[in-house]
């Protein structure tokens, strides 16, 4: 019985130990409209004269030196699609979405589209 105790005891200061340790990355996403006056490494993408500026899979303009979350521009052209995407089947064609964006394979790049 002592033995019992000991090895319940010890295996309930593992367990809480190892679930208190545990982390959790949530991504949460800024909505259209946001403004945010700073970007870690941004991809700038010129799309029909317009420079948009990709960072984490958010879409921005810059507006007064701050940038404000937009949608990603439909026919962009990218060369990568961001990861997290997944592959999707619509009336028997291949595309790919990340967070409800559609993307089209054309030639060596994908493209932002509707369907």
């Known amino acids: 019985?002592?033995?019992l105790k000991i090895?319940?005891?010890t295996t309930?200061?593992?367990l809480t130990f190892n679930i208190s340790s545990a982390?959790?990355?949530l991504k949460i996403y800024p909505?259209?409209?946001v403004v945010v006056t700073k970007l870690s490494k941004p991809k700038i993408v010129?799309?029909?004269k317009v420079n948009y500026y990709c960072a984490d899979g958010v879409w921005y303009n810059k507006?007064?030196?701050?940038?404000v979350v937009v949608g990603v521009p439909l026919g962009v052209s990218l060369k990568r699609l961001p990861r997290g995407y997944k592959v999707v089947k619509i009336q028997g064609k291949t595309y790919y979405k990340y967070r409800g964006v559609i993307y089209k394979k054309y030639r060596r790049n994908y493209v932002v589209v509707t369907v």
């Open 1 to 3: 019985m002592k033995h």
């Open 7 to 9: 090895f319940l005891i």
């Open 12 to 14: 309930i200061a593992f």
């Open 23 to 25: 982390q959790v990355t």
């Open 31 to 33: 909505k259209k409209g």
């Open 46 to 48: 010129v799309h029909k």
């Open 63 to 67: 507006v007064k030196g701050r940038y």
